[in-house]
């Protein structure tokens, strides 16, 4: 895994964003929020274009929703629209099946992998060391 470095990132980068990241910066992670930040405030200024897979969004919400926060579940999911959204089909949960047969992944993260090579992402942005051991795609952390 490659550390992130938002200010290196090309201009119109694409980016599959997991899960932690965004429950970091969303919910203001005292250590890990300052991390991830200005890759999303890249994404703000147009800079780059941040990716969400229909499993993280399902993810994201939980904190809330197990909280009775149902007025933040909505915040999160209004920014997250924002974002491209990528849908579970089933090309990517053949593309997971098989990434999960060659890494051993974890079911969320290969689809997080499988939807990030499907939309022909320049990286894929985690704070998961699972990923350390995939090849053919970039993974920030």
Same mark, same amino acid.
């Given at each position: 895994? $490659?550390? =992130?470095?938002?200010?290196?990132?090309?201009?119109? @980068? &694409?980016?599959?964003?997991? %899960?932690?990241?965004?429950?970091?910066? =969303?919910?203001?992670?005292?250590?890990?929020?300052?991390?991830?930040?200005?890759?999303?405030?890249?994404?703000?200024?147009?800079?780059?274009?941040? @990716?969400?897979?229909?499993?993280? /969004?399902?993810?994201?919400?939980?904190?809330?929703?197990?909280?009775? $926060?149902?007025?933040?579940?909505?915040?999160?999911?209004?920014? =997250?629209?924002?974002?491209?959204?990528?849908?579970?089909?089933?090309? /990517?949960?053949?593309? @997971?099946?098989?990434?999960?047969? %060659?890494?051993?992944?974890? &079911?969320?993260?290969?689809?997080? =992998?499988? %939807?990030?090579?499907?939309?022909?992402?320049?990286? *894929?942005?985690?704070?998961?060391?699972?990923?350390?051991?995939?090849?053919?795609?970039?993974? *920030?952390?």
């Amino acid at each position: 895994m $490659e550390a =992130l470095n938002a200010a290196a990132l090309p201009a119109d @980068a &694409l980016l599959l964003v997991d %899960s932690a990241p965004i429950i970091y910066v =969303l919910e203001g992670h005292a250590r890990f929020a300052a991390h991830f930040a200005p890759l999303f405030e890249r994404h703000a200024r147009g800079e780059v274009t941040l @990716a969400v897979t229909t499993v993280t /969004i399902a993810e994201v919400l939980t904190g809330p929703l197990a909280a009775g $926060e149902e007025a933040l579940a909505k915040r999160y999911r209004a920014a =997250l629209e924002t974002w491209q959204v990528v849908d579970f089909d089933l090309d /990517i949960a053949e593309a @997971a099946a098989r990434l999960r047969a %060659s890494y051993g992944l974890k &079911l969320p993260d290969a689809i997080q =992998l499988g %939807s990030a090579i499907a939309i022909n992402a320049d990286a *894929l942005v985690t704070h998961d060391r699972d990923f350390a051991k995939v090849r053919g795609m970039r993974i *920030l952390g």
